[in-house]
């Protein structure tokens, strides 16, 4: 059973920082791209930013420039700084991963969401 558990979102004011992270655990043969998506209310998710096993990375044109993402593969964690936050930035942020449980199988495994509130 693989699981992806996030942490350290919360609420930040207009020009804060937040870091969160998400660590990976159980059966895990491999992982291969990792990412950050988010989910505003009303609004349809998104992807913020992927990086791949190889360290390859993209960013949502929103947060260029301000949002860093970042991987640890010893730990299975991917993480995320966010910086100079917008209050536009609010939404819940998940985490998402392409992980081989075992060779030669892959799916692509969810966090349970973390809020990220980001006031004026």
């Known amino acids: 059973q693989v699981q992806l558990v996030e942490s350290g979102g919360g609420l930040a004011q207009a020009g804060g920082s937040l870091r969160l992270s998400c660590a990976a655990s159980?059966?895990?043969?491999?992982?291969?791209?990792m990412a950050w998506s988010r989910q505003a209310p009303g609004k349809q998710r998104e992807l913020v930013a992927g990086i791949t096993s190889g360290g390859s990375i993209n960013y949502a044109d929103s947060v260029k420039g301000r949002f860093t993402i970042s991987r640890d593969n010893a730990k299975n964690t991917v993480y995320l700084q966010m910086n100079s936050l917008k209050p536009e930035d609010t939404a819940v942020y998940y985490c998402?991963?392409?992980?081989?449980?075992?060779?030669?199988?892959?799916?692509?495994?969810w966090g349970q969401g973390t809020q990220v509130t980001v006031s004026s």
């Open positions: 159980g059966s895990i043969f491999s992982i291969n791209a």
């Open positions: 998402n991963a392409d992980i081989a449980p075992v060779e030669n199988a892959r799916y692509y495994y």
